[in-house]
């Protein structure tokens, strides 16, 4: 009796729960009914359908207007259903929807199967594929986006199943032929035809046909001018699938012949493109238009990025890359150069990679010291150091003594911007690059004043620019204007001077000790008659050379290396870089006048033997790890001056000019005015150095920080 009453319950149950699920199944399918008949009611015609373009096409123009580039979506000519190969109708409909002459916009077959796959492949994190009809494709394509959602995968089935209902077979498969993406920019089979083959799709033969087809389910990946071998794979998938499906026969199916079909070879990109690449992404930050073809005027000079090219070409070490960034005097790019070649490496060495900026980062020590009182006649004395354990050595293993900041910087003396590091707080360095635009991140162990932090090419090159400008800061850009198909103006670059960086006189020392550099230091290789300021860098083993410099409002950052970070034999910025540079600017400063710098040319008042780097070795000897923390130095002997190689007597010269209150007064057309006199260091016997960090303040060093040996005054400052 129990028992019965038991079964009789389970029955009952069973009855209302199966009610419950007719009743839900039914309401859901009324439901699915209603939305498809609205969607249906929406959509658009089959005629404005077809008028109906995909993508924004983006025009990038030269600064003289010229076109560069044309980028976004490319079509051919509509070709109606009739038209269209019935070998490219097979051969898509047999690879992405067999079934597609037999269900109503969605497959539940394909539903099916691509669940079952699901559950068999759970826990490898793959996405469900092989569902989507062409119906659905083609409404993901004109009404929805590529996002992977339940949401949108619903809408699309709706939208497939109302176009069922509004469009013919054949006018779904015209749409979807002539508006699907094939990659390179072809929208289309007839855009896709033209762009691979080099004629019209009413022509395509079936291994063509099957190579267009294969392209829908990875554009990029199995394009034929990227990799022809990936494409032909994919096409003998593609007829293989036809030949299960009885769309082609066996004869024909041997009858393909990949080895005669004609594919157009990728035309070479040109250089430009890594400067394309560096400045349209910023057009999301700069404007909201997302659809109406947009003209953007960009900065780039077609005449000088020629130039860039040639000189990084011509001069580059056999095996390694190059990079160029030029800058006018308001931070306008008029030349980029991301590498050798676009197609063989689009990775732009210019604006992406970090690399290790050797003896050119010691414009930012230069910089703190400047503003932390000297001046480039202040003596210092180069002579060994020990910081925390490190100990730097200048490249010719030799000492020379007491020099000028100018002799430090022109024969990029290591031992003195150590010292100098040391004395204004190597955070003090730090703070200042980062104030100068140094972007990555900058260390504050002691080697940091000898370049072991990586940066970007282009934030040196935006510093070194800084200091051209007098201190203002500049902000490197490429777009001038945007504007509309029909002349709309969406944006325009206004220029911004109101950050000052440093005082007029800091730029105006670091020009004089940068000028010094190239007519008389390392970076000699870098004249071209007129004058030039500006520094080398070289890593340790040589594997990065740098030179950036100015001149006649045009800042140049030029660096040479491999990707793979290994030496260079004889790379050092002093030669291949500082002669790219040189070829370069000869052509950039030609249509310019000649512009003197505020201070003129002091040559050191005695020669010392050049800094190494000019003849290929590394200008920062030290070793240090990936943090930039040393390691433990190799024996060495400390040597000391060579004989000769004591200052001389000056001969008579002339006192250099020092850059004070009066030297200030008379640029700016000021009466001369008394001030106290500054402060002056002291002779102090030689500090045990120790690390500061923070940023110092503006008085000269103090006399227990003094850098002086015993014995020796300092220049009158």
């Not at 022809?228 to 041997?254: F, P």
């Not at 012949?257 to 430009?272: G, T």
């Not at 306008?332 to 070649?341: C, E, F, Q, S, T």
């Not at 002339?654 to 009066?662: G, K, L, S, T, V």
């Amino acid at each position: 009796m129990a028992k019965a009453k038991a079964g009789s319950r389970v029955r009952l149950w069973s009855f209302r729960l199966l009610k419950a699920g007719i009743a839900l199944a039914l309401a859901a399918f009324i439901a699915l009914v209603i939305a498809v008949t609205i969607a249906r009611q929406s959509l658009p015609s089959f005629d404005a359908l077809k008028s109906s373009p995909n993508g924004q096409m983006i025009r990038v123009h030269a600064a003289d207007g010229s076109l560069l580039v044309s980028l976004g979506p490319s079509y051919g000519r509509w070709l109606s259903h009739s038209e269209i190969p019935e070998v490219m109708t097979r051969a898509l409909v047999s690879v992405e929807d067999k079934r597609f002459y037999m269900h109503p916009g969605v497959d539940p077959i394909g539903i099916a199967r691509a669940a079952w796959m699901g559950y068999v492949r759970r826990g490898e994190g793959r996405r469900l594929q092989g569902a989507s009809t062409i119906s659905q494709q083609l409404a993901r394509n004109i009404f929805l986006n590529n996002s992977y959602s339940a949401g949108r995968k619903l809408r699309e089935m709706i939208l497939a199943l109302a176009m069922e209902r509004k469009f013919s077979k054949s006018q779904i498969l015209e749409l979807y032929l002539n508006k699907v993406y094939f990659g390179g920019g072809a929208y289309g089979v007839d855009a896709a035809s033209r762009k691979f083959f080099s004629h019209s799709a009413t022509d395509l033969s079936l291994g063509e046909a099957a190579i267009i087809a294969g392209l829908v389910k990875a554009p990029s990946h199995y394009s034929p001018t990227a990799d022809a071998e990936a494409a032909e794979g994919r096409a003998n998938v593609v007829l293989n699938v036809m030949l299960d499906n009885g769309d082609i026969t066996s004869a024909e199916r041997a009858a393909v012949d990949f080895s005669q079909v004609r594919m157009v070879p990728e035309k070479a990109q040109d250089s430009v493109r890594y400067f394309t690449d560096w400045v349209l992404p910023q057009l999301d930050n700069l404007i909201d238009e997302r659809e109406q073809p947009l003209d953007v005027f960009t900065t780039i000079d077609p005449r000088l990025q020629r130039a860039a090219v040639d000189a990084i070409k011509a001069n580059v070490p056999g095996g390694a890359q190059g990079a160029m960034v030029s800058l006018d005097r308001d931070g306008a790019v008029r030349a980029l150069v991301g590498g050798l070649d676009y197609v063989t490496s689009n990775y732009n060495r210019a604006t992406v990679a970090e690399r290790q900026p050797g003896s050119a980062f010691k414009l930012f020590t230069y910089l703190a010291a400047l503003e932390a009182g000297y001046t480039p006649e202040t003596r210092v004395t180069d002579s060994p150091v020990t910081i925390n354990g490190w100990s730097p050595r200048n490249d010719n293993r030799r000492h020379v003594g007491e020099v000028d900041v100018r002799t430090a910087f022109a024969y990029s003396i290591n031992t003195i911007a150590a010292k100098l590091g040391m004395e204004v707080g190597f955070a003090t360095v730090a703070d200042m690059a980062r104030r100068f635009g140094i972007s990555t991140t900058v260390n504050t162990h002691p080697s940091m004043v000898l370049g072991t932090s990586e940066v970007h090419l282009i934030d040196m090159t935006r510093a070194f620019a800084s200091v051209a400008r007098k201190g203002v800061a500049v902000r490197p850009y490429g777009i001038l204007k945007v504007a509309t198909a029909d002349g709309e103006l969406l944006y325009e670059h206004e220029d911004d001077t109101s950050r000052v960086l440093v005082a007029p006189w800091v730029a105006a020392g670091a020009t004089d000790l940068m000028q010094t550099a190239v007519n008389t230091g390392t970076g000699r290789a870098a004249q071209i008659g007129r004058p030039v300021a500006g520094k080398t860098g070289t890593t340790s083993s040589n594997k990065d050379g740098w030179f950036i410099g100015f001149s006649s409002g045009i800042t140049t950052g030029v660096w040479m290396g491999r990707d793979d970070n290994r030496a260079i034999p004889g790379l050092a910025g002093g030669r291949a870089p500082a002669r790219a540079f040189a070829s370069y600017m000869k052509v950039a400063t030609s249509n310019r006048p000649v512009e003197n710098f505020e201070t003129e040319v002091t040559l050191p008042e005695w020669q010392i033997e050049p800094d190494e780097e000019a003849y290929g070795t590394p200008d920062n000897g030290m070793m240090v790890d990936e943090n930039g923390l040393p390691l433990p130095p190799p024996d060495d002997v400390d040597g000391q001056a060579p004989d000769g190689m004591a200052p001389g007597d000056a001969g008579g010269m002339e006192a250099p000019r020092r850059i004070d209150q009066r030297w200030i007064d008379e640029v700016l057309g000021r009466e001369e005015r008394e001030r106290p006199a500054p402060a002056q260091p002291q002779q102090a016997p030689p500090p045990q150095p120790q690390p500061q960090q923070g940023r110092q303040s503006a008085p000269p060093p103090r006399e227990s920080e003094s850098i002086l040996p015993p014995g020796m005054q300092p220049a009158p400052r």
